[in-house]
Nanobody, 127 residues
Framework: QVRLVESGGGSVQAGGSLRLSCAAV????????LSWFRQAPGKQREPVAE???????KYAYPVKGRFTVTKDYAKNILYLQMNSLKPEDSGTYYC?????????????????????WGQGTQVTVLP
């Protein structure tokens, strides 16, 4: 059974940092693609960062230069290091999995391409 389990959310002052983790339980191949999404209240879920089978990453424009996505292939854990946080970064952050390999191509992939989702972890950035 596949489970994506996020952790690491919390509250932080603007300008601070948080690191999120996503453990891909049941993913038999650590090269299967994982991504981070977020959703603010009243808004649509939006992509944040994705990592492909080769370990190449792509970021959404609002987080470029501030967020870094990495993956521990041995443990099959995806991380999101978030620095210089802003109040507009607040929301529920979700880990998403494709259940297959993938490679970066074109714009960052939308939520519809991911069949597996975690329960989300809350991030609140205070002004």
């Amino acid at each position: 059974q596949v489970r994506l389990v996020e952790s690491g959310g919390g509250s932080v002052q603007a300008g601070g940092s948080l690191r999120l983790s996503c453990a891909a339980v049941g993913y038999t191949d650590s090269t299967w693609c994982l991504s981070w999404f977020r959703q603010a209240p009243g808004k649509q879920r939006e992509p944040v960062a994705e990592v492909d089978t080769d370990g190449d990453a792509k970021y959404a424009y609002p987080v470029k230069g501030r967020f870094t996505v990495t993956k521990d292939y041995a443990k099959n854990i995806l991380y999101l290091q978030m620095n210089s946080l802003k109040p507009e970064d607040s929301g529920t952050y979700y880990c998403a999995g494709m259940g297959r390999i993938c490679y970066l191509a074109g714009p960052i992939r939308p939520a519809s391409e991911y069949p597996d989702w975690g329960q989300g972890t809350q991030v609140t950035v205070l002004p």
